[in-house]
Each structure stands twice: as C-alpha cells, then as structure tokens.
C-alpha cells in the first residue's frame, strides 16, 4: 500500500475512532454544573486517556516506515518529502478531530467541588483547546508546498513535532492543576482512569 492510498486509510480510520470517542466520553452534558471532583476525576481522566491513546497510535503510524520489501509497494527508501507531508497531515487531521472530542468531553465533565475546582476546570479546557488550535495551524503549513528539499523536511518534522509538543503540554497541565488544589489533587491520585493515565505516561 503506497503513502498516498494509507494517508486516506489513516483518515478514514481516524473517523470510526472519533465517533467510538465519542459515544465513550460524551455522556450527559454538566458542563454547567459543579459535580463531585471524583466525579470530575474520573470523566476527564478518561477522556484524555482515549485521547491519548489516538495520539499514540497515530505517533507510531508516523514513525513506522512504509518498508513492504518486494510486495511491489513503497519502501522506505522511495518516499518522497511529498509522501511524507500527505502522511503526516492526515496523521494530524486525525488528531485535530480527537481533539474536539476531547474539548467537547472535558467540558461536559462540569467542574469539580474543590476550591479551586472551577479555575482547574477551565485550565484543563483551555489546555485541550489551544491544543486544537495548535494541531489545525500544523496541518495548514502543510498545505504550501515547500521550495526546496531542506524546507521540505523542516516542514514535515515541524507539523509532526506539534504532536509531541500537545502530549507534553497535557501532563504539564494536569500536573498544575494537581499543585494548585489538594482537594482535586487527591481526587486525581485516587480515581481510577488517573491512574491508568499515569500508567500509559510512565509506559512511554
């Protein structure tokens, strides 16, 4: 399978996955509501770990080399700058979509019942916010084809980069947030999709 035919592969995947997101996170809307930080805890801790669980895979994905030796398909040696861009923007088109999802799950969450309950609920939402935002602005400097073959691969590392760049950013977010409320923080020590996050970060 060529780069061109897996980037609309990777796309059409990435659909299936979000609506899957979300039909697991939606649930009922309180984003206007105060609920219990476990509560809280709990529903966007999920979130984030389906979300991140996209980012990861599409990360591999990025990484993974079209190496099919002699099946009459690309080799890695064989791509292109060109190949690359369209992979790669389809990788973050995909990611640009789990994120909405994401922002959609993370305020439907509501705030949590800390004293600071409410500052943490829009910090985390800013965070998933400005994340979208950074991933479309991404995707969109791939849409100029570069001049030379040096602007071409600093533009496809670049828009990759935003990947990595939006994950460190999350655990440097929920760990601000754990800081500056130890009501809350005790809630994301003790709920259980927190705690499978933690696993996922220290397992990378």
Do not use: H, Y
């Amino acid at each position: 399978m060529s780069r061109g035919v897996l980037a609309w592969v990777v796309a059409g995947v990435g659909v299936i996955l979000v609506i899957v997101v979300a039909a697991a996170i939606g649930g009922r809307d309180k984003s206007d509501e105060t609920v219990p930080a476990g509560e809280w805890a709990q529903s966007v801790c999920g979130a984030v770990g389906v979300w991140r669980g996209e980012f990861e895979a599409i990360v591999e994905d990025i990484r993974t080399p079209a190496a099919q030796g002699d099946a009459g398909v690309d080799e890695p040696q064989s791509e292109t700058p060109q190949t690359r861009r369209g992979f790669v923007r389809a990788g973050l088109e995909v990611a640009v979509q789990a994120t909405d999802t994401l922002v959609e799950g993370i305020d439907n969450a509501g705030a949590p019942d800390t004293p600071q309950g409410e500052q943490a609920a829009q910090q985390i939402s800013d965070w998933a916010s400005s994340s979208k935002d950074d991933l479309e602005q991404a995707q969109d400097s791939l849409d100029t084809e570069a001049d030379t073959l040096e602007d071409a691969i600093r533009q496809v590392t670049t828009a990759a980069g935003a990947l990595g760049t939006t994950l460190a950013s999350g655990v440097k977010t929920f760990a601000d947030v754990a800081a500056s409320d130890p009501a809350l923080s005790a809630a994301l020590r003790d709920s259980s999709t927190c705690q499978e996050l933690r696993k996922k970060e220290e397992d990378v």
